[in-house]
């Protein structure tokens, strides 16, 4: 039937079956719910009654106006700090692994590790590592001879406990980044060292002036991961510290989930969301501007 | 051979299907049993997975030898209540249901009036699923909250006699300490452990269950001389002088359990269904003690009782039978003991030796007030976790700021949903 059909005629129609399905489920499970959160979010809705109330703003305006709901923003700036030196850390390490260094792939195996497990699961190890009566880390503090310091409550301290909850992700993630680096550097040709080996480059000028700037939109990448990553965090909150001690460490994704399922306003938090996604799309913009100046 | 086994495995599977098909039919096409005489078919729904098989096969020999003419079938289900709210909006559910989590108002629509149970005695929760004078439901069982703690560890200490007033409970509590126990377990990082202190122990301040609805009626619900200002006082003296864990923003609930029956830590404040789970941590049940939380220094002894799930029968179901089975339930089938519930009858004596102890103790029991929609809407939009709240007060260094500041969230909410003094 279809071979009557001309090769253009053909062509455009296994196109748009072979498009159909994909366009289809992403429509359904990804921009439907997109434009339904987006809906909601001007809405007031509890989540069970038929009648959803058109109310403008007001939910956006909340937002902004509640410290109580904007401010926990800050809670995440240690998230950003640690992410950093998790992305130094990778580095560091990928060009450490990247050289004809005796066991490198165990090295890798061990530092990528930590990344397949799941995060829950991390969390709760983790519970019992900061646990201050008998945690493994003040036990080693304290058999080390700091006995100060092995009374330390890590995940009770309001002024630091957001830093520990990021080291741990630090732990889990830099793994991840050091792999996405050691790909960029592998691709990296090795005539380009040679030659400035031969022209009497020591192994800094080597990195600076060519290891960089070949692996700069992977740096770029890993950057957008880590700022989505620290604007998202939620399962290590919510799992050791319930967002504790007194809301120090509330993160805004465990907010919103508190205001949609335990406060039962659907509109509020479905603005919260749509305000978080600005707020990624804010920062990474800000992010690419100022690493890109110059570039193109 | 395998096409064969296939297809042997599909004629049993159709067959099955269509059975139970007309198995419904059947059920729907009987007379409902108007005329009151106890026989035909019955299903309780309920939560119990674990008794399936074991204890309700038991029962149902038992219920059946008493009332021959009926068929009793159990239907166990996790998440009950969203699924069996499906079914309800279905039109077609099981004679003998727990109630799920509707207004008092919606009962009458799905289930018919259970007064004329004639039970051998008054029992609990009579009033609180009612409506219009017509009780709906009848609760399981109850249990209640108090001190939970290791004898041995009291013994240990030098305590002889369990305290029954707050200050020798704080005496108790200072013994414990000198001899390296932590005397009260509060699960205080967890946050869940502490809604005893928001719903249980204002109850016993106040002397009123009512306490969190009566929220409704002001801008000002937690002030430092009400009952919450004075409960979350209790938790907050008891973290500075040092009675709770070392550290309660690093606490470990499935450890602290442990530590219960090992004698590491003295004392829980929870409900009685934390004894059999530190008896299963391996606490030697006779070493388990379990007395009221003497609140105040008046040597009362007083305790919350809080329902279970309540059974309500399907108005549409076969409804004679259904109440004979909440009558035999409640009367004669020992679920309340195996459960380890407070029993529903009021002069029936719980079996659980701990639940014996504690009522040993001449305990005035309060029952809860039907919660009022209208202080929870206030609290959601106030966004306010009580929790969290007593988490904050406890660790703040001006509890008063704490209140006043939950006070102003509380009143703007009050105020944006338009309720008036």
């Known amino acids: 039937m279809l071979s009557k059909l001309s090769f253009q005629t053909q062509k455009k129609v296994i196109l748009i079956c072979f498009i159909t399905i994909p366009l289809l489920l992403l429509f359904t499970f990804a921009y439907y719910p997109a434009l339904e959160l987006l809906r909601l979010s001007f809405m007031k809705w509890n989540g069970v009654s038929a009648n959803k109330e058109w109310i403008g703003f007001a939910n956006y305006v909340e937002v902004f106006s509640n410290p109580d709901i904007f401010g926990v923003f800050k809670h995440n700036f240690a998230y950003f700090v640690v992410g950093i030196i998790q992305n130094m850390l990778a580095l560091f390490f990928a060009v450490i692994l990247n050289t004809k260094l005796r066991g490198r792939n165990g090295f890798r195996l061990l530092l990528f590790l930590p990344y397949i497990l799941n995060g829950v699961a991390v969390a709760y190890l983790f519970g019992y590592v900061y646990d201050t009566t008998n945690g493994s880390l003040n036990a080693l503090l304290g058999s080390l001879g700091f006995e100060q310091l092995s009374q330390t409550s890590w995940l009770g301290n309001k002024d630091f406990v957001n830093y520990t909850l990021a080291s741990v992700g630090l732990w889990r993630f830099m793994g991840f980044n050091m792999v996405i680096y050691l790909g960029a550097l592998q691709s990296i040709p090795s005539d380009l060292y040679e030659a400035a080996s031969i022209d009497g480059a020591n192994a800094w000028q080597k990195f600076s002036k060519i290891t960089l700037p070949n692996i700069y939109k992977i740096i770029e990448l890993n ?5 989505t990553g620290a604007l998202e965090v939620f399962d290590l909150p919510f799992v050791l510290t319930k967002g504790g001690p007194a809301g120090a460490s509330e993160t805004f994704v465990m907010k919103i989930i508190e205001t949609a399922f335990q406060f039962n306003n659907y509109g509020l938090a479905s603005a919260m969301s749509v305000v978080l996604l600005l707020f990624v799309v804010i920062v990474l913009s800000i992010q690419r501007y100022l690493l890109s100046r110059g570039d193109d | 051979m395998k096409k ?36 035909g078919d019955i299903v309780f729904l309920t939560n119990r997975t674990d008794m399936i098989g074991n204890v309700y096969d038991e029962y149902k020999k038992r219920f059946e030898e008493k009332y021959p003419g009926v068929n009793l079938e159990f239907e166990a289900i996790l998440d009950y209540d ?19 989590t509707l207004s008092n108002a919606e009962f009458p629509e799905y289930f018919a009036p259970l007064n004329d149970i004639e039970f051998s005695g008054d029992i609990y929760f009579k009033e609180l699923r009612a409506h219009e004078g ?3 439901g009848i609760s399981s069982g109850g249990s209640t909250v108090g001190i939970v703690y290791n004898k041995e560890a009291f013994a240990k200490a030098g305590i002889t ?50 306490h969190q609805n009566k929220r409704a009626d002001t801008d000002t619900p937690y002030t430092m001389d009400n009952e919450y200002g004075k409960t979350w006082s209790i938790v907050r003296e008891l973290y500075e002088k040092g009675y709770l864990e070392p550290d309660i923003n690093s606490t470990n609930w499935e450890q602290s359990k442990k530590d219960i029956a090992t004698g590491k830590f003295g004392m829980y404040l929870l409900g009685n269904w934390v004894i059999n789970q530190v008896i299963e941590n391996g606490a030697d049940p006779d070493n388990v003690g379990f007395f009221p939380f003497p609140a105040d220094n008046s040597g009362q002894a007083k305790a919350p009782l809080n329902p279970d799930f309540f059974y309500a029968v399907n108005k549409n179901g076969n409804v004679p039978a259904a109440k004979a089975f909440i009558h035999w339930m409640i009367e004669e089938s020992g679920y309340d003991e195996f459960a380890g519930f407070i029993p529903t ?76 003094e």
């Open chain 2, 161 to 210: 006699d369990v305290p029954k007033t707050y200050e020798e409970f704080l005496a108790a509590c200072e013994k414990l300490k000198q001899s390296g126990i932590v005397p009260l377990a509060s699960n205080f990082k967890d946050k869940w452990p502490l809604d005893v202190w928001v719903h249980d122990i204002p109850s016993l301040i106040g002397e009123a269950s009512d």
């Open chain 1, 223 to 227: 950057l957008f991961l880590t700022v």
């Open chain 2, 134 to 136: 017509q009780m709906y």
């Open chain 2, 345 to 420: 009858l009021k002069d029936r004596e719980p079996k659980l030796a701990q639940l014996a102890e504690f009522n040993s103790y001449d305990v005035k029991y309060f029952e809860p007030a039907q919660p009022s929609d209208v202080a929870i809407d206030i609290q959601n939009a106030a966004q306010l976790d009580q929790a969290a709240t007593v988490q904050e007060f406890v660790l703040s260094d001006d509890p008063a700021a704490v209140l006043e500041k939950v006070n102003g969230r509380w009143a703007k909410a009050r105020s944006d949903l338009g309720i008036k």
């Open chain 2, 4 to 39: 064969s086994l296939m297809l042997l495995l599909s004629v049993i599977v159709m067959l099955t299907m269509l059975s139970a098909c007309s198995g419904n039919t059947n059920e729907k096409n009987e007379p409902a049993g108007d005329d009151g005489e106890i026989k």
């Open chain 2, 82 to 100: 969203a699924t069996l709210k499906v079914r309800m909006s279905s039109g077609d559910f099981p004679d003998v249901v727990f109630l799920p």
